[in-house]
């Protein structure tokens, strides 16, 4: 039995290393421009923010997701690591940031590491199941625990927070958005990356061509989760509080996130950002449009637009993009014959 998605990781072609790196380059100084020019309007800019981080996110997500093909459902649960390594120290004892982010990277590894066994024993939609259950377990806890504080959250004081200028977060989520995407094209273009796609495309020749599947699963899960925890851990800052029911949620986080790589392009290094500077704002600025209308319906509109992108656009955006490149070369050839 296999999950049965109608958005299929595209083919993995590599350009050569001048020109990936070259244009990864250039694509994230264009964006980086294009995003100080629009946060000089306060809203815009926390629309961007909210941009970037999700698309690190979704970028993170992707790693396991799309290149290695196991659809995970249980991310939030390294949101929610990240998060609260840094907001429980850091409301109890004010400890530092740097310390609670990387707590929370090594606690969400090891955690990844330590579930991998069971999980990927897995396969297909069984495997998602299992992640969803695994966050679902991760929430349950989180509200039962006292030294989580339980289902108060927690709330971390102002004057302990990094950094309070809406500004300075742009920053902060274009770095960690930068960090994500050199990563994933770090991983894509070495032999790790050769290997979590062939385990992607048919594990059982992968493991006969002597990839030990199983290895290259929980490596990616590790990354994947790490990326993630950083994220969670950003968020938690920017935000100032932590409410369980957000940061664990089934679906605002561990739902959504995987959504944002589906739309933009499943199994690329572009697509998951795509997605997510197209959905996450665009959710919030229609949620704001339609305040004073009817209710629920920035969200039917939402739907209406994943129901469009779902049978027009079967590679996500990017992969849409990249046909159209191609049309506009064949008419260009056409032209000059």
Not at 276 to 283: K, Y
Request: some cysteine; proline content about 4%.
């Amino acid at each position: 039995m296999t999950l049965d998605i109608e958005t299929t990781p595209q083919k993995t072609t590599l350009k050569s290393p001048l020109k990936s790196w070259g244009g990864f380059v250039i694509g994230m100084l264009i964006l980086g421009i294009v995003a100080r020019l629009i946060s000089a309007d306060g809203y815009y800019n926390s629309l961007i923010n909210s941009g970037f981080l999700f698309g690190g996110l979704a970028i993170a997500w992707n790693i396991l997701g799309g290149y290695c093909g196991q659809f995970s459902f249980g991310h939030a649960v390294f949101v929610g690591i990240g998060a609260y390594s840094v907001a429980l120290p850091k409301t109890e004892h004010d400890v530092g940031t740097i310390p609670g982010i990387i707590l929370g990277v090594m606690i969400s590894i090891a955690v990844a590491i330590a579930i991998s066994w069971p999980l990927f024993r897995l396969r297909g939609s069984f495997f998602a199941i299992g992640t969803l259950a695994f966050s679902e377990v991760a929430l349950s806890l989180a509200l039962y625990f006292s030294w989580t504080n339980g289902a108060l959250g927690v709330q971390i004081p102002f004057d302990r927070l990094p950094i309070v200028d809406q500004k300075v977060w742009l920053l902060v989520f274009f770095a960690y958005l930068v960090f994500c995407m050199g990563t994933s094209l770090f991983l894509i273009r070495g032999r790790l990356g050769y290997y979590m796609i062939a385990v992607r495309d048919d594990e059982a020749t992968a493991a006969a061509s002597g990839i030990n599947p199983l290895t290259i699963k929980t490596i990616a899960f590790a990354i994947s989760a790490a990326l993630t925890s950083i994220g969670g851990s950003l968020f938690v800052l920017y935000l100032g509080y932590l409410d369980p029911r957000a940061f664990l949620s089934t679906l605002e986080i561990s739902a959504f996130i995987p959504l944002l790589a589906l739309i933009g392009g499943l199994g690329t290094v572009v697509g998951p950002l795509l997605g997510a500077l197209f959905l996450e704002p665009g959710q919030t600025y229609l949620r704001g449009q339609f305040a004073g209308s009817l209710a629920g319906i920035s969200q039917g509109t939402v739907g209406i637009i994943l129901i469009l992108a779902a049978l027009y656009f079967r590679q996500g955006f990017w992969g849409a993009l990249k046909q159209f490149g191609k049309w506009v070369q064949r008419i260009a050839k056409g032209a000059k014959k």
